[in-house]
């Protein structure tokens, strides 16, 4: 967070207006509060519960990483991400780098978002990112065709709940998902659907993108980086 202060105090000394804004976890509220309480451009904190209110108005975002980069990108709001492993995943990540921790650039296979980690967590680099971004120009609308292409991939024919639910239906019967099963509904299975839906909807998220992307560890997300 120190680091994306300055950033943000850095856009504002160089002449951009703007109202910064950030979506804070419920529970990490009232430690974002306190770390972001002495940033000479104070933001406005909301809760990450209303993202898709929040998003809606966004045009710029700094992020860390984590699902809220494929959040930002599905609403078609360009981004730079900086973010630090923690001395434990420094290790590990070394012996075998991944492309990218980001969901948005793994689904498109190809670099869309920038990212700054660990030591290259720098507010010039991010507030010349940023830069780039608030204006129409060729970076912000690389991001913008990236983000369609991102949207592209994970359509499916069939709506993300049902999908996940016939997922779900298929693992309770010990049969590979989409594989030896009938196209015919009975009134057993349709119950079976029913009871499945709110798990269903814990997973939907994941069934659009398992076709797209590898299994990977992504950072944790922590404040007081």
Known sequence: ?????????LLRQRGNEFEAVIAAVPRHRSLIERHTATW???????SSDDNDSTFAEVDVA???????????????????????????????????PPRSALLPNL???RLIVPEEINELVLPGRLARHLEELIVDGPARQRQLDGFADVRRAME???PPGERAA???IDM???ERPGRGRSAHVDRNEAAERLACVELARATDFL?????HLTPLGDPTDCPGE
Do not use: C, N, Q, W
Not at 1 to 9: R, S
């Open 1 to 9: 967070l120190p680091a994306f202060g300055e950033a943000v105090e």
């Open 40 to 46: 000479r451009t104070a933001p406005t904190i909301v």
């Open 62 to 96: 700094l992020a860390t990483s984590g699902t809220v980069a494929l959040e930002l990108a599905l609403h078609g709001v360009p981004m730079v991400t900086g973010y630090k492993l923690d001395p434990v995943a420094r290790p590990i990540a070394s012996l075998e």
């Open 207 to 211: 069934a659009r993108i398992l076709d």
């Open 107 to 109: 689904i498109a296979d």
């Open 166 to 168: 016939s997922v779900v």
């Open 172 to 174: 309770l019967h010990g």
């Open 156 to 158: 499916t024919e069939t």
